[in-house]
């Protein structure tokens, strides 16, 4: 919801993440990966969702790239991202552990964190902080890296605004329809 979206950007903001900072996902397509899309950029903060399907030394890389400062992850990838994390040799990023209650199969915690008790922290009235400039990045997006290490690509404000107009426009979609301008790949 809305709160949760406004409890994350809040209680991201109370662990240190500033304006322009790389807030990084390796999570399904749950709700948590839906509140991020809104709560990282409502602090400022640069989304960058990674392919779940990278190999540990891909999600290394793009961690120490976009210099991740907080990592969420669902414990689904445990064995890759605690294998990522080792490689990337980030002791100063947090890793916040998100637990989906659908996901049954084996699987560890691999942070210093849980979701639900950050969510906890955070105010529900936090006000959103909008961009200054609309080239201001709102994500980063990396290739797959199949040809060599993967590629980043800065998404800003003023693109992921068009191309959600123009979406709705060209499927028409019906008034409150919710459009989400990035998913992991």
Known sequence: TYERCRRLASALVAHGVKK???VACMLPNVPSMFEAHFGVPAC???LN???TRLDAEAVAFILNHAEAKVLLTDREYARMVKAAIALADRP???VIDVDDPEYTGPGERVGTKDYEALLATGSPD???EQPADEWEAISLNYTSG???DPKGVVYHHRGAYLNAVCNIVTWGMPHHSVYLW???M
Do not use: H, Q, R, Y
Request: hydrophobic share 45%.
């Open 20 to 22: 322009g900072d790389t």
């Open 92 to 94: 100063d990023m947090i």
């Open 182 to 184: 990035t998913l992991p």
């Open 146 to 148: 199949t040809t060599g």
């Open 49 to 51: 969702t990674i392919n």
């Open 44 to 46: 400022g903060a640069v």
């Open 126 to 128: 936090f006000a959103f």
